[in-house]
């Protein structure tokens, strides 16, 4: 994404502010994250009277010619005639000033990555934030180079912005209206002055009746408001308006409170269509799973157990638990625990809308695991298989694991002779020359030269408490040359595979 103008040198270092403003967050914020990518048409609804007005559209219900001010009556006709047969109804939403600003809340958490300083100011028609990024430019390359970050990164999860940034906050915040979509609209201490005196009074956060009678005037833009003598300006309209005026021109500052942290973690999905198939709701539960994720690990905590509620058009929301047995915030042994939670309920009617929520933290402990086959890894190992079992066979069902010798389930690792055809011309390698390789390929290759030895045959399968399947066998061996390789052969073919070899 192309950052222009660049930003001069002589501005680098000092206070630079980036205003976001989201116009379809009334949308984003309840749509489900995949269908941002291929967005159905949607209108937002008020209540007037009786009637259903609608109040904002997105792009593609802009694209059938529906318009704010509308009736939904109006705005259903013109979907039913210009949507194709196989087109997505029109998703009609209700508003909801709650759920915005905890959408909001939460990218202003998000943003905390980039700098110490968000704001999110009250007031106007399209919500947003306000970023400080001068402070925080140095780290990360520069202010080009973190305003670029900051773009791509909200471009990945496909969320309609608009960008512009300032030395002064209310400047950025304004001209954001009216930026273009597909870049940020930057300007210097020189040029904000003469950017902000062409804004249309049309795009200011400013009342109705303000602007109606500047325009009946012959007054459309702030410029030439600003062009009036200030004595009558300040007694023909309010002091918020002078206030406000001078807070435009960079004039005066504009005091803004810093976002607080939430001290809790939740988030919602809004399905537009019930399901109850276990592969779509894991695809649904992804996205809080990994906001949840990421909150911890901006935080640096960790979290023991949290809730995902599921809710249906009718009855009691499904309440799950997913527990472990130590605190940690890896999001892919969550969705695993939430499969198998999903599994074991029976009869659930379809969903509705899917919530996480956690509100209880911890400080992980120091220390990591080591990089060999040890004590450590071992409990690592037997903590994910306590994981599955409580996912599996509930919590009551499992309290905890404990070591007994000798006890192998069955279809787990194990070793057998290897077979006799092998020994036809050299004797295999003993049971203690088992071998690790130092280097793995990329991928299996055939043998290109014929193998002198093996070993005792390693076979492998792994069952339901397994993340990943296998079912292959595994033997050391050597080359012609001499060379120690590892093999492996699947159990549905009948050749071996060179692996890994020691360098």
Known sequence: MAIEPTIPRSSRGTAFWLALRFPEAWFESRCPEEDRRNRPPAVQLLDQAGRSRVVAVNRPAADMGIEAGQSLAVARSRHRAAAPADAPPLRCLETDDETVSNWLAQWGEWAGTYTSRVTCPSGGSMPGLLLELGGSAALFGGLEALIRTVMHSLAAHQLTVRAAGAPHPRVAWALAVVADGGRPWLCDRRDQLAAISRLPLAALDWPGDWIERFEELGLMRLGDVRRLPRDGLGMRTAPALLEDLDRLFAERDWPLSDLEAPVRYAREVTLWDPASQIDRLLLLARAPLVGLAEFLRRRRLAVASFRVLLGHETGAATDLTLATAEPGRD????????????????????????????????????????????????DRDERALWHRLRARLGEAAVGRLQRVPGLVPPLCSRSRPVEAAALREVPALSAAASFRPLWWLEGPRR?????????????????????????????????????????????????????????
């Open 331 to 378: 999001e892919s042994l969550w969705l695993e625990q939430l499969r198998l939670q999903l599994e074991s309920v029976g009869g659930m009617p379809p969903v509705t809308r899917l919530r996480v929520e956690a509100d209880r933290f911890v400080t992980p402990s120091a220390g990591q695991g080591s990089l060999f086959a040890d004590d450590g890894e071992r």
């Open 447 to 503: 043998l290109d030269a014929p193998l002198r030895r093996r070993a005792e045959i390693e076979r492998v399968e792994t069952a339901w408490w397994s993340a990943a399947e296998e079912a292959a066998d595994y033997c050391a061996g050597e080359l012609a040359g001499g060379r120690a390789v590892c093999l492996r052969r699947d159990r549905q073919t009948t050749f071996w595979e060179l692996i890994g070899f020691d360098g």
